[in-house]
């Protein structure tokens, strides 16, 4: 602990009294010695032996600062005659450093300053022994040391220097901040730690409470504007602030904020504002700004045109950032027509503290003067854009029409028009330079371009570079010069059980003039051709027209395609007419007019074959043929491979095949295929056996084997050849593959073929055949023209 640079004499004198009366009072322990009396007459008695110490606390003054040990007290045990017999010991904290005993006398020192906020007091233990025996007189017995405190310590702020706030204008005794200060003396001990607030800086303005610390304002209505920042000193000292005490300070920066207690004011109440008449509209002209004491939220204000002519021309806004009031351009400015205007501008607070409100008004007016400046200003067109009209196919030169532009100065110097030649379409009109007269340059076709955009300038001839430009817009007026034509090309076609007088199409025109010479269509056959006996024109007088059929039944094997040439007029001034051909193609049509086909290839699409179908179908062709030749392969191989037989024989018959090539004429021809060739009539030639091989069945003649064919049923001669060829011991040595085909007797039912019918018409009813499916739609379609040509 620090020691202090000073002591009071008179605080020396009262701990030096204080300690030597402790000393003469509580340093000397008294020790009484256990013993025992003998009476004559009786026995021995023993007792519980007493402990003959008696102990009170030391103490020892912190910080002393003497060049000799410092006296703490004396320890004396009953045992000791004075003789140096008895031998004090002591132990415990700081014994043998800071705490020492003459271990004859008792007597105990501190041989060191002591610091009591470092360490209060200190455990000991003493003991008197024997010094010949080294044996304890008494029992070990403990005591304590305390550390007297001194005023050494002075007061601290521990958070100091502190910065506060606290609004202007506020009432005195205000609280501000209360402040602490702390002081490591002993509380318990005198005054040392008890300390005291006092205010060293910052009076009048602020005061602070002796014992709790607590700063408040001394003054009425502070006002920040006047002075913001304040410094303020504290002290705490202790002794309960008397004379000698030790004292700490600190530094307390007290800071005004602000409040709404000052109205803005313009600087003056007069302001003058020149803006050329060639300001642009919208633009910002000039600046004003009203000044306020206030600072941050309480200082924001908006500007506003309370009144004067120039109200409806300008436009005031506030601009957040630096309070100033930005004026704008509402309407283009005319030096020749207006030189000044007059405008009344108020500033106002907007956000207001009531409590202040008797220092108000819170808002001020001033008055702004706005000269308007005179600019040399280029030529002004009488209207913002033009549109002129032409006709199309008019001659070059034709005028299209005049634009007219003034000098709004007050010279009003002479004009020059010229056209702006930035794009092409610039270039087919001319204009006179001294009247602005717009003439074409070129002949215009409504239909290809009905629109033409170009730009005209005009500039003073006294001061060319002041050029004003204008649009105008040139629309091209359509004459009647283009016929009307079909709107599209009709793929027109008639069904081949189409009716007399049946709508095949309906046909519309369309003309590339204006509604007001094409609208109106007429419709009609041409009058110099004869005739037409397939189809005529019906004029629906709607800008459409029908076609119509004449005749029943069109055919596509007689005829596919017919052509009908049909004459269309306008309605404009002169008419126009053109002539266009239909083509109208014949087809198959379903009942219901939906077309099935119209040509042959149609047949191949209507069976449903995609790309890949075909592909399938060629590939397994491709297959088929290379197994077709793998085969006759393999066939020339084996043939080559046979063995011969043991015996080649002309005349050696083992089958017999009729081979013949007539197709015959179909289920009616009934006489092509004769069925007694089953019958093999070579087999009735006589038998010719092996000659290698004598043969032991009788021969059997011609004749009789004739005549038992003709009798025998087919089944009865395959059953005999099976058995002669059983029976037969001319058989080659290897197999003989013999084949026979029967099929019967022939069926009770006779022949369901529609070819033996008899050619009578039936009245039966065949229009369910169109209920079949697709597969049946022929046979419908021949069965109902059969049943249409019977009605008819």
């Not at 029409?401 to 004009?415: K, M, W």
């Not at 091989?693 to 004749?703: A, G, L, N, W, Y």
Request: with cysteine; glycine share 6%.
């Amino acid at each position: 602990m620090r020691i202090t640079s000073y002591i009071c004499p008179v605080l020396v004198c009262l701990c030096f009294v204080q300690r030597c009366y402790r000393a003469a009072h509580h340093g000397s322990i008294k020790v009484t010695r256990n013993q025992t009396k003998h009476i004559e007459g009786e026995t021995e008695v023993h007792h519980r032996p007493k402990r003959g110490w008696v102990w009170n606390q030391f103490f020892v003054l912190e910080e002393h600062m003497g060049p000799d040990p410092q006296y703490v007290g004396k320890l004396h045990s009953n045992s000791d005659k004075g003789d140096g017999s008895v031998k004090y010991i002591l132990t415990g904290e700081g014994a043998g450093t800071i705490f020492i005993i003459d271990d004859t006398t008792g007597d105990i020192h501190s041989t060191k300053s002591l610091d009591r906020e470092q360490k209060t007091h200190y455990v000991l233990h003493a003991q008197a022994i024997d010094r010949r025996t080294n044996k304890p007189l008494e029992p070990e017995s403990e005591f304590i040391i305390k550390v007297q405190d001194i005023n050494d310590n002075a007061p601290k702020f521990t958070d100091g220097p502190y910065i506060v706030t606290v609004p202007e204008m506020s009432e005195m005794g205000t609280s501000v901040l209360q402040v602490t200060a702390t002081d490591a003396d002993d509380p318990t001990y005198g005054n040392s730690a008890r300390v005291v607030y006092s205010i060293l800086q910052g009076q009048p303005y602020f005061s602070v409470d002796p014992k709790t610390g607590v700063i408040r304002t001394a003054l009425h209505n502070m006002d920040r504007e006047a002075r913001e920042h304040y410094s303020v000193v504290i002290q705490a000292k202790d002794m309960a602030g008397q004379v000698g005490g030790l004292s700490g300070s600190t530094t307390v920066n007290i800071t005004l904020t602000d409040v709404n207690d000052n109205p803005p004011r313009f600087p003056q109440k007069h302001y003058q504002l020149y803006v050329p008449e060639s300001a642009q509209v919208g633009s910002a002209v000039g600046k004003i700004k009203a000044n306020d004491a206030d600072t941050g939220s309480n200082a924001d204000m908006k500007y506003t045109i309370i009144n004067g002519d120039g109200s409806g021309v300008f436009s005031i806004s506030t601009d957040k950032e630096t309070r100033e009031g930005i004026l704008s351009l509402k309407k283009p400015l005319n030096y020749e027509k207006k030189k000044s205007y007059t405008l009344n501008i108020e500033g106002a607070n907007t956000h207001l503290d009531f409590r202040f409100s008797h220092l108000g008004p819170f808002k001020d007016v001033t008055m702004l003067k706005i000269i308007v400046g005179d600019v040399d200003e280029p030529p002004l067109f009488t209207m913002p854009s033009y549109v002129m009209e032409v006709y199309e196919n008019a001659k070059i030169g034709t005028p299209v029409g005049t634009v007219t532009a003034q000098d709004p100065d007050a010279a009003n110097s002479l004009v020059r028009y010229f056209i702006d030649h930035n794009t092409e379409e610039d270039r087919y009109f001319t204009i006179d330079a001294s009247t602005g007269t717009i003439k074409t340059a070129k002949i215009f076709d409504r239909e290809e371009t009905p629109w033409y955009n170009i730009t005209v300038a005009a500039s003073e001839i006294d001061n060319p570079g002041l050029v004003s430009h204008v649009p105008v817009g040139v629309r091209i007026l359509d004459v009647n010069d283009n016929p009307p034509e079909l709107a599209r090309d009709y793929d027109v076609v008639v069904c081949e059980n189409a009716k007399p007088g049946q709508v095949i199409q309906t046909i519309t025109a369309t003309d590339k003039d204006n509604s007001a010479n094409g609208a109106r269509f007429h419709f009609s056959l041409d009058e110099g051709l004869s005739l037409n006996p397939n189809f005529t024109l019906r004029n629906n007088e709607d800008n459409t027209a029908s076609i119509l059929t004449r005749r029943r039944r069109y055919s596509r094997t007689t005829q596919d395609t017919y052509y009908l040439p049909v004459l269309i007029s306008d309605g404009g001034v002169p008419p126009l007419s053109s002539s266009s051909t239909l083509t109208i193609r014949v087809c198959a049509c379903e009942r219901d007019g939906r077309v099935r086909t119209c040509h042959a290839e149609a047949f191949l699409s209507s069976a449903g074959l995609s790309t890949g179908a075909l592909i399938a179908i060629l590939l397994c062709v491709v297959i088929l043929l290379v197994f077709s030749l793998a085969i006759v392969v393999l066939f020339i191989t084996l043939r080559r491979s046979k063995k011969e037989p043991l015996i080649i024989s002309e005349e050696d018959v083992r089958e017999n095949v009729v081979t013949y090539d007539d197709e015959g004429g179909g289920e009616e021809d009934t006489e092509a295929f004769d069925i007694t060739a089953l019958r093999n009539p070579s087999a009735a030639e006589e038998l010719k056996y092996r000659r290698d091989v004598r043969p032991e069945v009788k021969p059997v003649s011609r004749h009789h084997l004739s005549s038992s064919l003709d009798s025998i049923d087919v089944q009865e001669f395959i059953k005999q050849r099976l058995a002669e060829a059983d029976l037969d011991p001319s058989v080659p040595p290897y197999d003989s593959l013999q084949t026979y085909a029967y099929e019967g007797h022939r069926s009770e039912a006779g022949s369901i073929s529609s070819l033996d019918s008899t050619t009578t018409h039936s009245d039966q009813d065949y229009n369910y055949l169109g209920e079949w499916g697709p597969e049946f739609k022929k046979l419908a379609e021949l069965y109902g023209e059969i049943e249409s040509e019977r009605t008819t």
